[in-house]
């Protein structure tokens, strides 16, 4: 007798609860670790997967909001005043242009988080970044300054992440039949010529 598995993720696992602990994309597909439970009582089942699916522009697009914080924890730029993006602008300023964030890891029950990014330097050589870890709620006032704008933009991140687990992808190009049918002909005033079978 078979019996057919419960879904994981995706559309069809849409209540099931789901705690991103890593998340990277790399070559456009993502890599997560996460936590499932199919509903609060379950017990909890981890995972590791990478989507065959190329990323949707979202994810990527809140994978670049967190470059100007990993930019700030690694100090690689100063803050100036034209430092942060503005928030309803789709890209980012010029002088982040050679950053990017890989990854994100959450630590501590969801109380912080370390972020993992690159700078692109002249020859095409890539220098590797990992942020300290930044937990939001630092008593000792030592922490980042701006700790509540890295957790809103982590939170934005991660529920792009969630959505891509359960089945947010790009659209990729539709691939057109190689060989669809050969439609009529069409050409009503062409005479028919058939062809000769001998030669002059």
């Not at 980042?144 to 891509?164: I, K, P, R």
Request: glycine content about 6%.
């Amino acid at each position: 007798m078979n019996q057919q598995l419960a879904p994981i993720v995706g559309p069809e696992a849409a209540s099931s609860l789901i705690r991103i602990q890593k998340a990277k994309i790399r070559e456009c597909q993502l890599q997560a670790e996460f936590t499932e439970q199919r509903d609060p009582e379950a017990p909890t089942r981890v995972f590791t997967l990478t989507s065959p699916e190329p990323v949707h522009p979202d994810l990527q697009h809140r994978f670049a909001r967190l470059i100007p914080h990993l930019c700030l924890l690694c100090e690689q730029l100063r803050e100036t005043p034209d430092f942060w993006p503005d928030d309803d602008a789709p890209e980012l300023p010029a002088h982040f242009d050679s950053f990017s964030v890989t990854g994100l890891s959450i630590g501590r029950g969801g109380g912080g988080v370390t972020l993992i990014g690159q700078r692109r330097l002249s020859g095409n050589r890539v220098l590797n970044l990992t942020s300290p870890y930044v937990a939001y709620d630092d008593e000792t006032g030592s922490e980042y300054a701006y700790a509540g704008l890295l957790e809103a933009a982590v939170q934005e991140a991660l529920a792009e992440v969630e959505a891509a687990l359960r089945g947010k992808h790009r659209a990729a190009a539709r691939q057109l039949n190689l060989f669809a049918p050969v439609a009529g002909f069409t050409a009503l005033d062409e005479p028919f010529i058939p062809l000769s079978t001998t030669h002059a």
